[in-house]
C-alpha cells in the first residue's frame, strides 16, 4: 500500500522557536497533500490543503503566517510552525492524495504523525 | 459542506463477538466513504472504503455497507479480536477532494 512517512515523530522546542515538520510520500507522488491538527480524544482538524506548486490553502481560522506550508515536489511537503508557544503543542499529520487534480480519486494516506511539545 | 456523524463514540466488545459502527452523510452528492483505524499515538490508516456505486464491501473479517438513500454507511468488524481495539473513523468527501470526519469511535475488545 501507498506510504507516508513524517519527520521527526516527536520534537521538543521553546516558546518563540520555530520548528519544521516533514511529510513524504515514498512509493507514490502526491499531488495534493493535507496537514491536520488533533487533540487528544478528538478527531482530525484539518489545517491546510496543498497542492504541488502552488500556494497551500487554509482552513478557517488557521492562521497561515504562523503554519508554514511548503509543497516543493510531489513527495514533499513541509509545515512549519513559526514563533511557537505552548498552545501549539499537539498531534500534527499530514496525508497524502495520489492521483489526478480534481479527479475522482480520494484515497488518502496519512504519516504516522508528529508530536510536538512546546515548553 | 459535508456533516458526518459517527456512533458510538465509545464501543466494548467481548472477543469473538461483532462490532458495528454507523455513520451518517448530508451531502447526498458524496460518492467515496473511507474507515480509518488509528492506534494511540500512530497516525490513521485506511483500512476499507466504498464508493457509491456499490452497496457492500468485504475484506476480511472488515466489511463495509453503505445505504445511499438514507445516507448512511456502517463498518462490521466480525470476530474482534484484542488487536482491533483502536479509534476508528469514518469520513466522507467535500470540496472535491477534501475529506471530513467523524468524532470517532474507540472500539475495546475484551479478551
Known amino acids: 500500500g501507498a506510504v507516508v512517512s513524517q519527520h521527526p515523530s516527536r520534537v521538543i522546542c521553546k516558546s518563540g522557536t520555530s520548528v519544521k515538520i516533514e511529510c513524504r510520500s515514498l512509493d507514490f507522488q502526491a499531488t495534493t497533500m493535507f496537514w491536520y491538527r488533533q487533540f487528544p480524544k478528538q478527531s482530525l482538524m484539518l489545517m491546510a490543503t496543498?497542492?504541488?506548486?502552488?500556494?497551500?490553502?487554509?482552513e478557517q481560522g488557521v492562521e497561515k503566517d504562523k503554519f508554514l506550508i511548503n509543497h516543493a515536489s510531489l513527495t514533499l511537503s513541509t509545515l512549519t510552525v513559526t514563533s511557537a508557544h505552548p498552545e501549539d503543542s499537539s498531534f500534527y499529520i499530514c496525508?497524502?492524495?495520489?492521483?489526478?487534480?480534481?479527479?475522482?480519486?480520494?484515497?488518502?494516506?496519512f504519516g504516522p504523525g508528529t508530536r510536538l511539545t512546546v515548553t | 459542506g459535508e456533516n458526518v456523524e459517527q456512533h458510538p463514540s465509545t464501543l466494548s466488545v467481548q472477543e469473538g463477538d461483532s462490532a458495528v459502527i454507523k455513520c451518517t452523510y448530508s451531502?447526498?452528492?458524496?460518492?467515496?466513504f473511507p474507515w480509518y483505524k488509528q492506534e494511540l499515538g500512530k497516525g490513521p490508516q485506511l483500512i476499507i472504503d466504498i464508493r457509491s456505486n456499490v452497496g457492500e464491501k468485504k475484506d476480511q473479517r472488515i466489511a463495509v455497507t453503505l445505504n445511499k438513500t438514507a445516507k448512511h454507511f456502517s463498518l462490521h468488524i466480525t470476530e474482534t479480536q484484542p488487536e482491533d481495539s483502536a479509534v476508528y473513523f469514518c469520513?466522507?468527501?467535500?470540496?472535491?477532494?477534501?475529506?471530513?470526519f467523524g468524532k470517532g469511535t474507540k472500539l475495546s475488545v475484551i479478551p
Open positions: 496543498s497542492n504541488e506548486g502552488s500556494k497551500a490553502t487554509y
Open positions: 469520513a466522507a468527501p467535500y470540496g472535491g477532494y477534501q475529506l471530513t
Open positions: 496525508s497524502a492524495r495520489a492521483g489526478l487534480a480534481g479527479g475522482l480519486f480520494y484515497e488518502q494516506y
Open positions: 451531502d447526498s452528492a458524496s460518492n467515496y
